[in-house]
C-alpha cells in the first residue's frame, strides 16, 4: 500500500492556539465524531488513538491488538486525498464538527490507503452491499490518518457535547462513579423498547440480586438507515423508565456509531459497558444485526452469544445471555419462547411495526406500552412529520423526471407533508451555475443537491430528486446527508436502457454526444454507475406514465413510506 507524502509546498494552514500551525482541517463526519468522543473519553480503552496500518490489520485479522489484547472492530480516521496530500509523520490534523467548531488536533504518525474490500470481507464476513456497515465501509474516504488525539482546548469537548448529545450523556467516569459498589447490567439497544425488551431486561435484573442496577445505555449514533431518530428513540427510553424500580435504572445515551457487524460487535460492546464500570453485560438474540434484505437475520440468531461465551474469560465483564422471549395470551406474559409448552405465542417483527406505524393501523397493548407508541406514531407517518428524500437516478431520457414530477403532484394532493421537485436541470441553472462536466464538478452538483433535500428532509418535508447522479460514491453522500438530518432516503433507479433513451432523446443530446458536439456525455463517453441494490427499480421502456406511477406507489407503500391511501387512489384523483 503506497503512502502519500507529506505537502511541504502547500503553504501554511490554519493557526491553532499556542502559536502551533495546522497543516489542514478535516470536518468529521458523524461516525468520526462519536469514535473520537469515545477514544478521547477513555470508552474504547485500551485503544488511545486511531488504528494505524498494522493495528488495522491485526484487528481485522485476528480481532486483536497488535500486543495480543482482545479488540474486534476497527477504529480509523479517513480523509480526501487533497488533505492527505498536505501531511506526513508528525504533522498536525485539525479535526472539526461540521459548522466549523474545532475539537481536537491529531499529530499524524501515518497514513495508508486501506484494502476496503479486503476489510469488509474480515469484519462483516460479507462483501453484500445490502448490509449497511459493509456499504458504509466501502464508501469511507480513501486514506487513513493514524496518531495520536488530543482536545482542542480544555473545554471543546464539553462544549460540543452538550450541543451533540442529550443532557443524560455521561462519559466513562461519571457512570463508574454512579454504578460503584453494586452489580450492573448493561443493555445494549438502537431501537425504542417495547414490552419484550422490558420483561428481558427485569428477569436479567432481578437474577444478580437485589441491589443490582441496570445501565440502559442506548447507541445514539449512526444505526442503520431507516431506524427511528435518536432524538425520538431518547424520548422513548425516558417513557419507559417508570417500568423499572426508579432507584435501579440508570439512563445514559452512548455515541456509539454502530457497525451492525453481529458477533464481533457483540464482543465490542461488551468491553466498551466494562470501560464503563458494567459488572454484567446482556446480549439477546440477533445481537447488533441489520436483518438481512429479505427480513431473516444477516447472521444466525445466536451467534452473538456463541462468539462472546468463547471470549468470555478475557472480557473483564460477565456476559448475560438471554433467549428469544414472545407473548403469551394464555398467561398474558412475555415467556421465553422454549417453554411455551405447545401454547400459542405472538410477535410483531421490526418491519410489521413500522408497516403499522405507517399506516396508522392498531398494534396491539400487550406488544408495547402505549407511550412508546405514541412517540412512535409522531415520529413515523401517524403526524407525517418525518422527512423524506425520493432520489431518483438514472440516464437521461429515461423517464426519471416525468416520474419524478408526477409523483410530486400525487403526493401535493395526499400527503400532508411539504413536497419540493430539485429537478437536476433546473438546480444546475440556479445552485449549481458555474459548474462544469467533470466528475469533481458532477460530484459537487451532487452533493449540494443532496445537502438543499437533506434541510428539507429535517425539516419534516418531502423532497423529490430527479438528477442522473451517475456516480454511486456521490449517490452515498447525499443519502448520509439527509440520513444524519433524520429523514428517510430512498433510491429509485429508473433502470430504463440505453438504447430506448437514446431513441427517445427528446433534447437531441445523444446525438448530438454521438456527433463529438458535446463531450463527457453519460452513457456515451462517460459512465453511469448504476446502483448494485436500490431501494426501488423501475424500468419504464414497457410502461406508460401513469402504470408507471401506480407501480412506484405500491413499492413506496411496500417500503413503508407511504400509507396505503396514498397509493391505492388513482393518480390524478
Request: aromatic fraction near 6%; proline fraction near 8%; charged fraction near 25%.
Given at each position: 500500500?503506497?503512502?502519500?507524502?507529506?505537502?511541504?509546498?502547500?503553504?501554511?494552514?490554519?493557526?491553532?492556539?499556542?502559536?502551533?500551525?495546522?497543516?489542514?482541517?478535516h470536518v468529521?463526519?458523524?461516525?468520526?465524531r462519536c469514535?473520537l468522543?469515545?477514544?478521547?473519553s477513555?470508552?474504547?480503552?485500551?485503544?488511545?488513538?486511531?488504528?494505524?496500518?498494522?493495528?488495522?490489520?491485526?484487528?481485522?485479522?485476528?480481532?486483536r491488538?497488535?500486543d495480543?489484547?482482545?479488540?474486534?472492530m476497527?477504529?480509523?480516521?479517513?480523509v480526501?486525498?487533497?488533505?492527505?496530500a498536505r501531511?506526513?509523520?508528525?504533522?498536525i490534523?485539525?479535526?472539526?464538527r461540521?459548522?466549523g467548531?474545532?475539537?481536537?488536533?491529531?499529530?499524524?504518525?501515518?497514513?495508508?490507503?486501506?484494502?476496503?474490500?479486503?476489510e469488509?470481507?474480515?469484519?462483516?464476513?460479507?462483501?453484500?452491499?445490502r448490509h449497511?456497515?459493509v456499504?458504509?465501509?466501502?464508501?469511507?474516504?480513501p486514506?487513513?490518518?493514524?496518531?495520536?488525539?488530543?482536545?482542542?482546548?480544555?473545554?471543546?469537548?464539553?462544549?460540543?457535547?452538550?450541543?451533540?448529545?442529550?443532557?443524560?450523556?455521561?462519559?466513562?467516569?461519571?457512570?463508574r462513579?454512579?454504578?460503584?459498589?453494586?452489580?450492573?447490567l448493561?443493555?445494549q439497544?438502537?431501537n425504542?423498547l417495547?414490552?419484550?425488551?422490558?420483561?428481558?431486561?427485569?428477569?436479567?435484573?432481578?437474577?444478580?440480586?437485589?441491589?443490582?442496577?441496570?445501565?440502559?445505555?442506548?447507541?445514539?449514533?449512526?444505526?442503520r438507515?431507516?431506524?427511528?431518530?435518536?432524538?425520538?428513540?431518547?424520548?422513548?427510553?425516558?417513557a419507559?423508565?417508570?417500568?423499572?424500580?426508579?432507584?435501579?435504572?440508570?439512563?445514559?445515551?452512548?455515541?456509539?456509531a454502530?457497525?451492525?457487524?453481529?458477533?464481533?460487535?457483540?464482543l465490542?460492546h461488551?468491553?466498551?459497558?466494562?470501560n464503563?464500570?458494567?459488572?454484567?453485560?446482556l446480549?439477546?438474540?440477533?445481537?447488533?444485526?441489520?436483518?438481512?434484505?429479505?427480513?431473516?437475520?444477516?447472521?444466525?440468531?445466536?451467534?452473538?452469544?456463541?462468539?462472546?461465551?468463547?471470549?468470555?474469560?478475557?472480557?473483564?465483564?460477565?456476559p448475560?445471555?438471554m433467549?428469544?422471549?414472545?407473548?403469551?395470551r394464555?398467561?398474558?406474559?412475555?415467556?421465553?419462547?422454549?417453554e411455551?409448552?405447545?401454547?400459542?405465542?405472538?410477535?410483531?417483527?421490526?418491519s410489521?411495526l413500522?408497516?403499522?406505524?405507517?399506516?396508522?393501523?392498531?398494534?396491539?397493548?400487550?406488544?408495547s406500552?402505549?407511550?412508546?407508541?405514541?412517540?412512535?406514531?409522531?415520529?413515523?407517518?401517524?403526524?407525517?412529520?418525518?422527512g423524506?428524500?425520493?432520489?431518483?437516478?438514472?440516464?437521461?431520457?429515461?423517464?426519471?423526471?416525468?416520474?419524478a414530477?408526477?409523483?410530486?403532484?400525487?403526493?401535493e394532493?395526499?400527503?400532508?407533508?411539504?413536497?419540493?421537485?430539485?429537478?437536476?436541470?433546473?438546480v444546475?441553472?440556479?445552485?449549481?451555475?458555474g459548474?462544469g462536466?467533470?466528475?469533481?464538478?458532477?460530484?459537487?452538483?451532487?452533493r449540494?443537491?443532496?445537502?438543499?433535500?437533506?434541510?428539507?428532509?429535517?425539516?419534516?418535508?418531502?423532497?423529490?430528486?430527479?438528477?442522473?447522479?451517475p456516480?454511486r460514491?456521490?449517490?452515498?453522500?447525499?443519502r448520509?446527508?439527509?440520513?444524519?438530518a433524520?429523514?428517510?432516503?430512498?433510491?429509485?433507479?429508473v433502470?430504463?436502457?440505453?438504447?430506448?433513451?437514446?431513441?427517445?432523446?427528446p433534447?437531441g443530446?445523444?446525438a448530438?454526444?454521438?456527433?463529438?458536439?458535446?463531450?463527457?456525455?453519460?452513457?456515451?463517453?462517460?459512465?453511469?454507475?448504476?446502483?448494485e441494490?436500490?431501494?426501488?427499480?423501475?424500468?419504464?421502456?414497457?410502461l406508460?406514465?401513469?402504470?408507471?406511477?401506480?407501480?412506484?406507489?405500491?413499492?413506496?407503500?411496500?417500503?413503508?413510506?407511504?400509507?396505503?391511501?396514498?397509493?391505492?387512489?388513482?393518480?390524478?384523483?
Amino acid at each position: 500500500m503506497t503512502r502519500p507524502s507529506a505537502g511541504p509546498n502547500a503553504g501554511p494552514g490554519p493557526s491553532l492556539p499556542g502559536s502551533i500551525t495546522a497543516d489542514a482541517v478535516h470536518v468529521l463526519s458523524e461516525r468520526q465524531r462519536c469514535d473520537l468522543e469515545l477514544l478521547l473519553s477513555g470508552a474504547f480503552a485500551p485503544l488511545t488513538e486511531f488504528m494505524d496500518e498494522q493495528t488495522w490489520q491485526s484487528v481485522c485479522e485476528r480481532q486483536r491488538l497488535p500486543d495480543g489484547r482482545l479488540w474486534p472492530m476497527p477504529v480509523t480516521l479517513e480523509v480526501e486525498e487533497t488533505t492527505a496530500a498536505r501531511l506526513g509523520p508528525g504533522a498536525i490534523l485539525r479535526l472539526e464538527r461540521n459548522d466549523g467548531t474545532p475539537l481536537a488536533r491529531m499529530t499524524v504518525a501515518s497514513l495508508y490507503r486501506p484494502d476496503r474490500h479486503w476489510e469488509v470481507q474480515q469484519i462483516y464476513g460479507s462483501k453484500d452491499r445490502r448490509h449497511p456497515g459493509v456499504a458504509e465501509t466501502l464508501d469511507r474516504l480513501p486514506v487513513n490518518i493514524a496518531g495520536s488525539v488530543e482536545p482542542w482546548d480544555d473545554g471543546a469537548l464539553e462544549r460540543a457535547a452538550a450541543v451533540d448529545f442529550p443532557p443524560e450523556y455521561r462519559g466513562p467516569a461519571q457512570v463508574r462513579a454512579e454504578l460503584a459498589d453494586a452489580p450492573a447490567l448493561a443493555f445494549q439497544t438502537r431501537n425504542p423498547l417495547h414490552h419484550a425488551h422490558i420483561a428481558i431486561t427485569r428477569t436479567a435484573l432481578e437474577g444478580l440480586g437485589p441491589r443490582a442496577r441496570l445501565l440502559l445505555h442506548p447507541a445514539i449514533g449512526p444505526t442503520r438507515p431507516g431506524d427511528v431518530e435518536a432524538s425520538w428513540r431518547m424520548r422513548a427510553y425516558r417513557a419507559v423508565l417508570n417500568h423499572y424500580p426508579r432507584a435501579r435504572v440508570l439512563l445514559s445515551p452512548l455515541p456509539l456509531a454502530m457497525r451492525m457487524a453481529g458477533p464481533r460487535e457483540a464482543l465490542w460492546h461488551a468491553l466498551i459497558r466494562r470501560n464503563f464500570g458494567a459488572s454484567h453485560f446482556l446480549i439477546g438474540r440477533g445481537h447488533a444485526d441489520p436483518g438481512h434484505w429479505q427480513g431473516g437475520l444477516f447472521y444466525p440468531p445466536f451467534a452473538a452469544q456463541e462468539w462472546v461465551a468463547a471470549h468470555r474469560d478475557e472480557l473483564g465483564i460477565e456476559p448475560v445471555f438471554m433467549p428469544e422471549y414472545a407473548y403469551s395470551r394464555a398467561r398474558q406474559s412475555y415467556v421465553p419462547a422454549a417453554e411455551a409448552n405447545g401454547e400459542r405465542l405472538e410477535g410483531i417483527s421490526g418491519s410489521e411495526l413500522r408497516r403499522r406505524l405507517a399506516a396508522n393501523e392498531e398494534i396491539p397493548p400487550w406488544f408495547s406500552p402505549p407511550e412508546v407508541i405514541r412517540i412512535l406514531r409522531q415520529a413515523y407517518r401517524g403526524a407525517d412529520r418525518r422527512g423524506l428524500v425520493l432520489w431518483f437516478t438514472g440516464l437521461s431520457a429515461s423517464g426519471k423526471s416525468t416520474l419524478a414530477g408526477m409523483l410530486a403532484r400525487q403526493l401535493e394532493i395526499h400527503d400532508e407533508r411539504a413536497v419540493t421537485l430539485l429537478d437536476g436541470d433546473v438546480v444546475r441553472r440556479f445552485l449549481s451555475k458555474g459548474l462544469g462536466f467533470g466528475r469533481e464538478d458532477r460530484d459537487e452538483n451532487i452533493r449540494r443537491i443532496g445537502f438543499v433535500a437533506s434541510l428539507v428532509a429535517r425539516h419534516g418535508g418531502i423532497a423529490i430528486v430527479a438528477a442522473i447522479s451517475p456516480y454511486r460514491d456521490a449517490r452515498a453522500e447525499a443519502r448520509r446527508l439527509v440520513e444524519e438530518a433524520g429523514g428517510a432516503f430512498v433510491e429509485i433507479h429508473v433502470a430504463t436502457p440505453l438504447s430506448v433513451c437514446a431513441a427517445r432523446d427528446p433534447k437531441g443530446l445523444y446525438a448530438r454526444a454521438l456527433a463529438g458536439e458535446i463531450r463527457s456525455f453519460t452513457g456515451v463517453d462517460d459512465p453511469y454507475e448504476a446502483p448494485e441494490h436500490p431501494d426501488i427499480r423501475i424500468d419504464t421502456s414497457h410502461l406508460e406514465g401513469q402504470a408507471a406511477l401506480r407501480l412506484l406507489l405500491d413499492k413506496l407503500t411496500g417500503l413503508g413510506i407511504l400509507g396505503p391511501g396514498d397509493s391505492h387512489r388513482e393518480p390524478g384523483s
